[in-house]
């Protein structure tokens, strides 16, 4: 690559969050060191945003459900985040809920984050994960089942919205009877209120 083109590389591209791996493949560059050189040159002129240590954004104006995927990988958009804005509960979500393989709030830039663990088999299974905008989010379904994994006593305030099919679909990925016996409850109260 010409000097001048490796800027020019992050610009042209659509993601608005990359990493240093996400960087050096780019660049095709497997010099770590020289990358971060690079890239910290680019930050002292203005070009680049460092977000935090190894995440880096065109500008301040990056895509948040973007970074909430990018931080830990793999990762999903989950949980409330999902629920509140698929209308299944109606208080208002100010933090990003993501499926991680661990538990941590951060906080970057006044936005707080919040990683819950899943298990493996469930985090890595694309059943009910949608890609978009370089970044992967439960559907409602699996956000919903997401949320009975790490909380069986969890309030939705309406699911009538969900498509039971797919809820029924998705829940043997998560081999857990105690969640099944869960869900079949819900579908009841759900098909009785109707």
Do not use: C
């Amino acid at each position: 690559m010409q000097k001048g083109d490796y800027l020019n590389a992050i610009l042209r591209s659509s993601k608005t969050v990359f990493t240093l791996k996400d960087i050096s493949l780019l660049w095709q560059d497997a010099d770590t060191d020289a990358a971060r050189v690079r890239l910290n040159y680019y930050v002292g002129k203005s070009d680049l945003y460092r977000i935090r240590r190894g995440v880096y954004a065109k500008s301040k104006m990056y895509e948040k459900l973007e970074l909430a995927t990018r931080i830990f990988t793999p990762a999903y958009v989950s949980f409330e985040t999902v629920l509140a804005k698929e209308g299944l509960i109606f208080q208002y979500q100010t933090q990003i809920t993501v499926a991680s393989y661990l538990t941590r709030n951060l906080s970057i830039d006044e936005q707080v984050y919040s990683y819950k663990k899943i298990k493996d088999a469930v985090l890595t299974n694309g059943v009910g994960i949608e890609h978009a905008d370089e970044t992967s989010i439960a559907t409602k379904e699996r956000a919903f089942l997401d949320i009975l994994y790490i909380n069986n006593d969890y309030h939705f305030d309406s699911t009538r919205s969900l498509d039971w099919n797919k809820v029924h679909a998705i829940l043997p990925i998560y081999d857990n009877k105690r969640m099944t016996k869960k869900v079949n409850q819900l579908f009841k109260q759900s098909t009785v209120s109707t």
